[in-house]
């Protein structure tokens, strides 16, 4: 089994920055990707991020040009940076690991980012 443990979230006022850290642990094989998805109260859990196993990156629209996506396979850490943050941001952020062979999915407990004045 593998556990995803987030650390990083909290309350940020807009154009500030956060850093969120998602470590893995337990039986790990290989990696096919980790990633990050969101989810605002009253809606559905969104995509955000995601980092290949070859170190290709992609971003959800809305957050291109001010986060980016890292990690550290060392450590089996992913990381978001999140830079210039708006209001709409606020949300529980979710971590996502996708095992080789693929289909083997994971899931952090979700960390809570706040954006306000």
């Known amino acids: 089994q593998v556990q995803l443990v987030e650390s990083g979230g909290g309350l940020v006022q807009p154009g500030g920055s956060l850093r969120l850290s998602c470590a893995a642990s337990?039986?790990?094989?290989?990696?096919?990707?980790m990633g990050w998805y969101r989810q605002a109260p009253g809606k559905e859990r969104e995509w955000v991020a995601v980092?290949?196993?070859?170190?290709?990156?992609n971003y959800a629209d809305s957050v291109k040009g001010r986060f980016t996506i890292s990690r550290d396979n060392v450590k089996n850490t992913v990381y978001l940076q999140m830079d210039s943050l708006k209001p709409e941001d606020t949300a529980v952020y979710y971590c996502?690991?996708?095992?080789?062979?693929?289909?083997?999915?994971?899931w952090g407990q979700g960390t809570q980012v706040t954006v306000s004045s």
């Open positions: 996502h690991f996708e095992m080789i062979p693929r289909g083997y999915n994971y």
């Open positions: 980092i290949i196993s070859g170190g290709n990156t």
């Open positions: 337990g039986r790990i094989s290989s990696i096919y990707s």
